[in-house]
């Protein structure tokens, strides 16, 4: 069961115009959303977070937006640079016991590809 | 300076043979994570490990095994029992507290077994 869903494999992006990253979520347990970039051969990097409680995160050129109603939430890359070309992961965390556990879920990631 | 290490890079073992991937941090984080990534899926969470001397089952667990004898360490075992070891594995290390979430991850380890 696939509690985070990221639809779309792969995105390409004139360079100077908008990225929009879309992911999707089933669990509304889920009270922490995380973007993460990854190269190929790399550990992921963080790059945005936003809490369940609010509905915008903005970070210089990277902004996330949840919509909790739709459990949707997207990251806007404006404008878009070749150095942004990389596997976008999002993730959701939930505690899962009493004693402080908690865990991430990852998407499948989304390839994106900026054209100079 | 800090971070998170991996070693090696990659590794190359015969099946059947059980093999240990390395993971330090010297963040002074409390809580570390494996992950294993195959191609076209995301991150899986192997193994966790809140705090020294406790770790828990991921959603992958069968066929690995962890130890976490010092708060900077947290190596994985992946053992002969795995049906399909090769993968690329992440190691990742959180602070401890309350309203810290983020992750941080190493550069990973490719394990091809044939």
């Known amino acids: 069961d696939q509690q985070v869903k990221q639809n779309s494999p792969s995105l390409s992006v004139q360079e100077g115009r908008i990225s929009i990253l879309n992911c999707d979520y089933t669990?509304?347990?889920?009270?922490?959303f995380l973007w993460y970039k990854k190269y190929p051969a790399e550990g992921p990097t963080f790059l945005i977070s936003?809490?369940?409680?609010?509905d915008k995160n903005e970070d210089g050129r990277f902004t996330v937006f949840l919509n909790k109603s739709a459990k949707h939430l997207s990251l806007h890359i404006v404008p878009s640079q070749p150095g942004d070309s990389a596997v976008y992961f999002c993730?959701?965390?939930?505690?899962?016991?009493?004693?402080?556990?908690?865990?991430?879920?990852f998407g499948t990631g989304t390839r994106l590809t900026i054209i100079p | 300076d800090g971070g998170i290490t991996q070693s090696p890079k990659y590794l190359f073992r015969k099946e059947g043979q059980n093999v240990t991937l390395s993971c330090e941090q010297n963040?002074?984080?409390?809580?570390m994570y494996w992950y294993r990534q195959d191609p076209g899926q995301g991150l899986r969470l192997i193994y966790y490990?809140?705090?020294?001397?406790?770790?828990q089952k991921g959603d992958i667990a069968e066929g690995y095994s962890v130890s976490r004898e010092k708060k900077e360490s947290f190596p994985l075992t992946v053992t002969s029992a795995q049906k399909n070891p090769t993968a690329f594995y992440l190691c990742?290390?959180?602070?401890?507290?309350?309203?810290?979430?983020?992750?941080?991850f190493g550069p990973g380890t490719r394990l091809t077994v044939t």
């Open positions: 990742a290390s959180k602070p401890g507290g309350p309203h810290s979430y983020e992750q941080y």
């Open positions: 669990n509304s347990m889920f009270d922490y």
């Open positions: 936003i809490s369940s409680i609010k």
């Open positions: 490990s809140q705090i020294v001397n406790d770790f």
């Open positions: 963040l002074n984080h409390d809580a």
């Open positions: 993730a959701a965390r939930a505690q899962i016991s009493n004693f402080g556990n908690e865990k991430l879920t």
